[in-house]
T-cell receptor
Framework: GQQVMQIPQYQHVQEGEDFTTYCNSS?????IQWYKQRPGGHPVFLIQ?????EVKKQKRLTFQFGEAKKNSSLHITATQTTDVGTYFC????????????FGSGTQLTVLP | EAQVTQNPRYLITVTGKKLTVTCSQN?????MSWYRQDPGLGLRQIYY???????DKGDVPEGYKVSRKEKRNFPLILESPSPNQTSLYFC?????????FGEGSWLTVV
């Protein structure tokens, strides 16, 4: 089945530093979603990107969808301790209308 | 309040003893699904359901069964649990492109 590779698996940053996680697919994606899971919690939907080259912002979070619709990134500017958690991308390939495939996640630790 | 409710939240069971994890949503969503989450593997879909009486296999369906007799409920059944089914399980429902996850069920099979 479709695979979505997400890196890095872990990231430790000092509070105030920036953070980026990347997702890559070998196939063209219909869209890509991003989720955040706080420690001990459940994944919470953040955003969906659909268009080639799309960039969306939510406060300090910037989401990008690659021009070829095969990769995406989430960038957090000036991290805060509230950003701690695991960030997942999830994608639907162009050939499938229903199967949402999750990346393995990036676990972010923010050191105060 | 819109929510997806799973039970039990925590369970330790023995190999071979049948168990059911219930899932209920109050948002009248047609689409529901089950995922398991394991370290380093992210969320993998077990089964999904597009509507009542319509279910289909996800990526890792072996060892699991589901049923969808009514729109709000989507139970996950482990007929004969094995230790490799020890995991964190999430039920989810979806409207449009937004997925709503339950709180999760920690299942340990010894």
């Amino acid at each position: 089945g479709q695979q979505v590779m997400q890196i890095p698996q872990y990231q430790h940053v000092q509070e105030g530093e920036d953070f980026t996680t990347y997702c890559n697919s070998s196939t063209t994606l219909s869209n890509i979603q991003w989720y955040k899971q706080r420690p001990g919690g459940h994944p919470v939907f953040l955003i969906q990107l659909v268009k080639s080259g799309e960039v969306k912002k939510q406060k300090r979070l910037t989401f990008q969808f690659g021009e070829a619709k095969k990769n995406s990134s989430l960038h957090i500017t000036a991290t805060q301790t509230t950003d701690v958690g695991t960030y997942f991308c999830a994608a639907i390939s162009s050939g499938s209308a229903r199967q949402l495939t999750f990346g393995s996640g990036t676990q972010l630790t923010v050191l105060p | 309040e819109a929510q997806v409710t799973q039970n039990p939240r925590y369970l330790i069971t023995v190999t071979g003893k049948k168990l059911t994890v219930t899932c209920s949503q109050n948002m009248n969503h047609e689409y529901m699904s089950w995922y398991r989450q394991d370290p380093g593997l992210g969320l993998r879909q077990i089964y999904y359901s597009m509507n009542v009486e319509v279910t289909d296999k996800g990526d890792v369906p072996e060892g699991y069964k589901v049923s969808r007799k009514e729109k709000r409920n989507f139970p996950l059944i482990l007929e004969s649990p094995s230790p490799n089914q020890t995991s964190l399980y999430f039920c989810a429902s979806k409207r449009g492109h937004t997925i709503y996850f339950g709180e999760g069920s920690w299942l340990t099979v010894v």
